[in-house]
């Protein structure tokens, strides 16, 4: 295992020039819409002051609300399932005990993430990605819930990619008290902590009390180059994960101090722990990348940023031309300076004012048209919602409160999602996929996923989405499908042997299928079977006692029958000899 701080150091500083030229606009963002959600310096937590002293108009900051809010109940709904595990692509239809597994895994999963601490970390995620482009959560295995989950603060990460445009790199900036670092990364013997499993001033300062004093921590996750396939030691995992202080703000030591440590020795006094994962951890979403740019563009607020500073600069305006209306300067005689005035003014310009007698009058005749300055301002906050996706979200809550039927509201819902559909799709990919395959595998780990039928032992489990964005996407294939049995259905009236073109059973496998229905509803080939050979039994059973009835009756009527000679019965008599 060779030295790697170094090598952190190294790269963590180009990785930060190059996000440094997006600062500029994330900071305008910040100050203009969303003040709290940006965080260049990780020291600055828990201040309570305020920070949006920019901000008197807070359009863009309310449509982000229902942005955020649309993103979270249309893709990933705590109070539904939204994406299911499985492979049912086979038109013949997966044998029962593979879709009970299927089922059930898909159960544990989110029962998983209900339990977990997923959903309360996603607004603050689509937060992100709407203001910023970007947007991280880090993923880490947990005994006790199976994965936690941590939100990577705008300003405190940064990202690099492969060569096929994936996110594989990540150093995270974040502060820990000494009592944090000593329960994450230490060793205790009683109340003292064992030497060397925490750098020395850690253990001095946690020894002396000095319990809520806070350091600055990096953590990077990077491929590993010293991985080892199937090799127990977590050092030569997949991906190495280093936790190491980074100089700012520890307690007493320098950046030059740790940048100088280069040897194993050193390197004690900084890393607080090296291991390794075998997944990458980190869920990185981007709105939209262009060329080979690692952070996200053209979000909402990359196309509306100058519309919301225009919002902002149209209002202070305005409420400046209101207030000089209601209580304006005035300009004062001398004479009357320290006599009391007869009005409550604004602000009193003492000066000689023309005519004998002492008054005072405005200094500035303001003839600010309030009206056209709130149309100004409605045309801007309409861009505003225009680009925040408003309209969207609200077109079918709209559709909803208006009485409309449920096939309406369907209808306008799955217009309206599909504007979102391209967005939905880098989400899902890069992501949600990422998402359910981490916590399927650690909950495989931990032995919660029960044992797989043999027939699919091996096989990759493949993830389909069912939220209700997926199923607006979805839709675009059912419409060919309703279309055609629509037509085979009514050109059947004049020739009903164009029914032989449609077999009805993959028709409805291949619908199901398209509009994410749930495949526990859905019968399986095998009880198709069983219920086609009862059919069959059935219909046998009934041809068996139709046929004895029948017989029963032509022996009922032959023993009824007289023998004559002028009747068939009586000729077959004659004929036999009877």
């Known amino acids: 295992m060779r030295p790697i701080l170094n090598k952190l150091y190294i790269m963590k500083n180009d990785l930060e020039s190059e996000r440094s030229e997006y600062h500029k606009f994330w900071q305008d963002v910040a100050d203009y819409a969303a003040p709290r959600l940006l965080r260049f310096d990780t020291s600055n937590t828990e201040k309570g ?7 008197v108009n807070s359009t863009a900051t309310l449509d982000l609300e229902i942005l955020v809010a649309g993103m979270q109940a249309s893709i990933t709904p705590s109070w539904e399932r939204w994406a299911e595990l499985g492979d049912i692509d086979d038109s013949d239809g997966a044998p029962r005990e593979e879709t009970l597994w299927y089922q059930s ?69 974040f502060t820990m008290t000494v009592q944090q670092i000593v329960d994450k990364f230490g060793k205790k013997d009683g109340a003292r902590v064992v030497e060397g499993s925490v750098p020395g001033y850690i253990k001095t300062a946690y020894e002396n ?29 997949k991906y190495a994960s280093v936790y190491y202080v980074n100089g700012e703000g520890t307690l007493g030591l320098s950046s030059e101090t740790l940048l100088a440590g280069q040897n194993k020795a050193d390197e004690k006094e900084v890393i607080l722990r090296r291991s390794g994962m075998e997944e990458f951890g980190t869920l990185v979403g981007r709105w939209r990348t262009v060329g080979e740019d690692v952070y996200g563009t053209r979000h909402p607020f990359d196309l509306c940023i100058d519309d919301v500073k225009q919002l902002q600069y149209f209002d202070r305006k305005t409420m400046r031309a209101a207030d000089q209306g209601v209580d304006p300067t005035m300009l004062v005689d001398e004479k009357i300076r320290n006599k009391a005035p ?8 003492f000066t000689a004012l023309r005519g004998n007698a002492p008054g005072a009058k405005r200094a500035v005749d303001v003839n600010y048209n309030i009206e056209h300055s709130k149309m100004v301002t ?61 916590v399927f595998n650690y909950a495989n780990r931990q032995g919660r996923i029960p044992e797989a039928p043999e027939s699919i032992q ?121």
Do not use: W
């Open 378 to 438: 409605d045309t801007v906050a309409m861009r505003i919602g225009r680009a925040m996706k408003k309209d969207l979200f609200m077109a079918v809550l709209d559709t909803v409160r208006s009485g409309a039927t449920a096939t309406e509201v369907d209808a306008k819902t799955r217009e309206k999602m599909m504007i979102l559909g391209p967005f939905n799709d880098i989400i899902s990919t890069d992501v949600l996929d990422p998402l359910m395959s981490m």
């Open 458 to 578: 091996g096989r990759p489990i493949k993830i389909r989405y069912v939220s209700a964005m997926a199923k607006a996407q979805a839709m675009i294939g059912a419409q060919p499908i309703e279309r055609y049995l629509s037509f085979i259905g009514n050109y059947a009236n004049l020739d009903p042997r164009v029914l032989r073109k449609v077999n009805a059973e993959r028709a409805a496998d291949e619908y199901a299928r398209v509009m994410g229905v749930p495949a526990k509803i859905m019968s399986s080939q095998e009880e198709i079977d069983e219920m086609i050979a009862r059919e069959q039994e059935q219909m046998e059973a009934q041809q068996e006692q139709e046929a004895a009835m029948n017989q029963a009756q032509t022996m009922k009527d032959l023993g009824q029958a007289k023998v004559e000679s002028d009747n068939a019965l009586g000729q077959l008599a004659e004929a036999t000899g009877g």
């Open 209 to 237: 009390g000095r319990l809520q004093e806070r350091t600055s921590v990096t953590h990077a996750v990077l491929p590993n180059p010293d991985y080892i396939e199937g090799h127990k030691n977590p050092v030569y995992r």
């Open 342 to 349: 007869l009005f409550v003014p604004g602000e009193q310009i």
């Open 49 to 55: 002051y305020r920070q949006h002293t920019k901000i």
């Open 105 to 173: 895994v898909t159960e544990i999963c989110h029962e998983i993430l209900l339990a977990s601490n997923f959903y309360k970390k996603t607004p603050a995620f689509y937060e992100d990605i709407s203001c910023f482009g970007t947007a991280a959560i880090y993923a880490e295995e947990d005994l006790d819930r199976v994965i936690n989950f941590h939100s990577l603060t705008m300003g405190t990460f940064y990202v690099a990619q492969d060569h096929r445009g994936r996110v594989n790199t990540l150093f995270r900036d």
